[in-house]
């Protein structure tokens, strides 16, 4: 349980509420070890491992995923029981030997391969390639039907509390909808087929152990309905609007293009979001919830600011598809912005509706009401 945690990959994700990761001990006739713990852990993780197990009782270790934040603690793992065999997919091979550079006794596994743990219960194989790196994998333990979907289903979410049943609903549905946009949303098509062929495979699931936040063992299956559900270009009827600003020009704007959004359309949910003081991946999530954007800036220096082209990149590779959008923003003299980022957020995949509005110098009188009517006509435009 990692309640400090606030940012993972680097910096490129926030994660507020900070983050588990997930590790799991089956006892049966043979003892098996599913996945580990990130890296900062590694020696208190093999520690209190050992408080539970006598190390040596482990029969084997299955690796569901490389990355660090659950293959961390496997050189420590290995340093004291180093003969055992590693489950993993073929890709994992690869990216355990990439990071770590040890030659473990690795067993390949490919979907539907099966182990007998004893006690009736077998283990079976279900690769996940690119959902959301090329060696992800789950495993299904027939018996107690419990899928461990590592990285599927989780949430950025620590909480002593380690089932779905047992959390505020609120945030379990934010975090986990936001770690959907924000790491699998690129993977849509694949994740589609995936949920296809799972359900497919027709295996009773009562539990899904995750590898981040809690378990789902009440209706596990709401979480995969509604994987299903934002694997669809998913978008609810909310319009976002995304700016920075430099001596609160663009910011009068995009405070009357909202108003005019919500003139226009009054049943439309408005959101008004400053990217350079708000959090880039929960203005991210925003997005994925929208059904369009409004993006502003002001020209500056020919272009656009960085705030906003960072932003516009990181959308970009998040692959939203079906999302209407136009662009706003006040000017000295050149002027350049908003069509710069009408090409930008064209080529992010977005389809920009019209020309987009600009002003020059301060917003008066005038102005402000153009952007009203501005932001009335988007109203229409993007319910078309
Ligand atoms: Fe939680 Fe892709 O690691």
Known sequence: MDWELQSFHGEELSTHRGSSYNSYLIQEEKNVLIDTVWLPFAEEFVDNLAGKIDLQE????????????????????????????????????????????????????????????????????????????????????????????????GQHLASENLFNDLVDQDELYYEAMKYYANILNPFNPLL????????????????????????????????????AEWAGDYQENQITIIYDTMWNGTKRLAEKIAEGVKLGDEEVTVK?????????????????????????????????????????????????KGKKAAAFGCYGWSGEAVKILNGLMEDAGFEVVNEGYRNQWNPDIDAKRAAVDFGKELAKEFNK
């Open 58 to 153: 482990i029969d084997f270790i299955i690796a569901n995923h490389g990355e660090v934040d659950h293959s961390g603690a496997l050189p420590a793992l290995m340093r004291r029981i180093p003969d055992k065999p590693i489950y993993c997919s073929a890709n994992a091979v690869k990216s355990l030997k990439g990071q770590y550079h040890e030659d473990w006794d690795f067993r390949v596994v490919r979907t539907g391969d099966k182990i007998d743990i004893g006690n009736g219960k077998e283990i079976i194989f279900i690769e996940m390639p690119m959902l959301h790196w090329p060696d992800s994998m789950a495993a299904y333990l027939t018996g107690d039907n419990i899928l461990f979907s590592n990285d599927a289903f």
């Open 192 to 227: 589609r087929r995936k949920l296809d062929e799972i359900a497919a495979l027709d295996l009773p699931i009562d539990i899904i152990a995750t590898s981040h936040g809690v378990s789902w063992r009440d209706n596990p299956m709401q979480i995969v309905e509604k994987y």
């Open 272 to 320: 008004l979001c400053n990217i350079a003081k708000g959090d880039k991946n929960d203005i991210a999530t925003e997005v994925f919830r929208s059904k369009a954007v409004v993006m502003g800036s002001p020209t500056v220096s020919n272009s656009i600011l960085q705030s906003v082209a960072g932003f516009v990149h990181l959308v970009k590779g998040l692959k939203f």
